[in-house]
């Protein structure tokens, strides 16, 4: 059975039939969270960079112009395109993962070492 459609039909469950599942899971000593998400950060200044981070601003400063990980994609559409529909999908998805929306700005440190 696919992920997704478990996580869909535990998310059709009734209120009483989930908490009954999570009952059984729990005594299972099963996880019960079947969708975890990641919190929101608490503050808006800037994150440092994870160490994958480092490593691809690093690649990009030795080979500027490289589209190595680039992976571009072409989908046609057949049909008419509901613009509005699109834009309201696409604009949920940049709202909900915050790397979507995340810039790397370069800060240079003007102390000596």
């Not at 059975?1 to 899971?25: F, H, Q, V, W, Y």
């Not at 800037?46 to 080979?63: G, I, K, M, T, V």
């Not at 529909?85 to 240079?108: N, P, Q």
Request: glycine share 2%; charged share 25%; net charge positive.
């Amino acid at each position: 059975m696919e992920l997704d459609n478990l996580t869909g039909r535990i998310a059709s469950l009734s209120p009483a039939k989930r908490a009954l599942l999570e009952m059984k899971l729990k005594q299972m000593n099963v996880a019960t969270s079947v969708r975890q998400t990641i919190p929101r950060r608490a503050t808006s200044e800037p994150a440092p960079l994870s160490f994958a981070q480092e490593r691809l601003w690093f690649l990009d400063q030795l080979e500027p112009e490289s589209r190595a990980y680039n992976q571009p994609r072409l989908i046609r559409l057949k049909g008419v395109l509901d613009a509005d529909a699109l834009h309201k999908a696409l604009d949920t998805v940049v709202a909900r993962h915050e790397g979507l929306r995340t810039t790397f700005i370069r800060v240079t440190s003007t102390r000596c070492k």
